[in-house]
């Protein structure tokens, strides 16, 4: 269950079972310090996984006022407070509410990552409860499940059955290259997947 509590700022944080989504102290600090530590966005466009109380959204949007953000949750319930506290981000912030990840991969924004090289971070401070389902969002997201890798390189020609083996929960290029290896594909497709090989040892 979701509710909300002022701090001594007067500013909302919500609460998850009893538990903040954002500093209580000082949550516009929290949020700044989490943005300064991201660096450089390598897209315009920003996937952050967890809206919260929404002082990391606000953060990230005062600091590069051109990039696009989408924000991914599974609670509707901190929509309306986050647009009553930051209503000058109404025009700037997308929010997508999934209930599971295949709402998420149903979604046009599992697309558009993809399409878009979207930037995809996390803000874990702010999951409560949903840490597991963030989880699989933000693993999802990146590339590192085998439906995802499937999604992402179908055209590759890939044994994807040959990746539904592996045991880790995030796959990384080292877990994909030996079945890019037994795959039928074109020897250039595969020397993409080794040079990536090369570039992550």
């Known amino acids: 269950m979701i509710t909300f509590s002022e701090n001594h700022e007067s500013s909302l944080i919500s609460f998850e079972e009893g538990q903040a989504l954002a500093s209580l102290r000082d949550p516009r600090g929290e949020a700044l310090k989490?943005?300064?530590?991201?660096?450089?966005?390598?897209?315009?466009?920003?996937?952050?996984?967890?809206?919260?109380?929404?002082?990391?959204i606000s953060a990230l949007a005062d600091l590069d006022p051109t990039v696009q953000i989408t924000v991914v949750d599974s609670r509707e319930s901190l929509i309306p407070v986050f647009r009553s506290q930051f209503p000058e981000l109404e025009g700037r912030v997308n929010i997508l509410i999934a209930e599971n990840v295949q709402d998420l991969m149903k979604s046009d924004l599992y697309a558009d990552v993809v399409r878009d090289r979207a930037y995809v971070i996390s803000f874990r401070e702010c999951w409560g409860s949903q840490v597991n389902l963030y989880s699989?969002?933000?693993?999802?997201?990146?590339?590192?499940?085998?439906?995802?890798?499937?999604?992402?390189?179908?055209?590759?020609?890939?044994?994807?059955?040959?990746?539904?083996f592996q045991s880790n929960n995030l796959l990384s290029i080292k877990d994909v290259l030996p079945v890019v290896e037994a795959s039928v594909m074109p020897e250039n497709k595969k020397q993409i997947f080794r040079a990536l090989g090369e570039l992550v040892k």
């Open 34 to 56: 989490w943005v300064y530590s991201l660096g450089a966005f390598p897209s315009n466009h920003v996937v952050i996984v967890g809206l919260g109380s929404g002082f990391h």
């Open 136 to 164: 699989e969002f933000f693993a999802h997201l990146t590339g590192r499940t085998t439906e995802s890798v499937k999604f992402h390189f179908a055209e590759f020609g890939i044994n994807m059955k040959a990746l539904y």
